[in-house]
Nanobody
Framework: QVQLVESGGGLVQAGESLRLSCAASRNIFTIKAMAWYRQAPGKQRELVAEITSDSTSYAESVKGRFTISRDNAKNTVYLQMNGLEPEDTAVYSC?????????????WGQGIQVTVSS
């Protein structure tokens, strides 16, 4: 199991930046993949960015603006968000996939609000 705690959300103006943090309760070396998802009001949850031990991937809508990274010593994954747009307003949630043998287990943080004003 793992507990995930997000921080760093808030209210910013368009064009500004925020950095979200996701602190894991276990060594993230043991986690297959971690990611950030977001869900805006009235919309489906979407994958924003994912990171594994050797790769990263991004939604097309955030490529070039957002960067996902990890600090193994702090068991923390970050999402640096630059050039924020009102369309980025959503609840952002941290996700972790842990594999035990052939089975995968999904874990979620509680979510954190990001609001971008125009």
């Amino acid at each position: 199991q793992v507990q995930l705690v997000e921080s760093g959300g808030g209210l910013v103006q368009a064009g500004e930046s925020l950095r979200l943090s996701c602190a894991a309760s276990r060594n993230i070396f043991t986690i297959k993949a971690m990611a950030w998802y977001r869900q805006a009001p009235g919309k489906q949850r979407e994958l924003v960015a994912e990171i594994t031990s050797d790769s990263t991937s991004y939604a097309e809508s955030v490529k070039g603006r957002f960067t996902i990274s990890r600090d193994n010593a702090k068991n923390t994954v970050y999402l640096q968000m630059n050039g924020l747009e009102p369309e980025d307003t959503a609840v952002y949630s941290c996700y972790a996939l842990i594999e035990v043998g052939a089975r995968g287990f999904s874990y979620w943080g509680q979510g954190i609000q990001v609001t971008v004003s125009s």
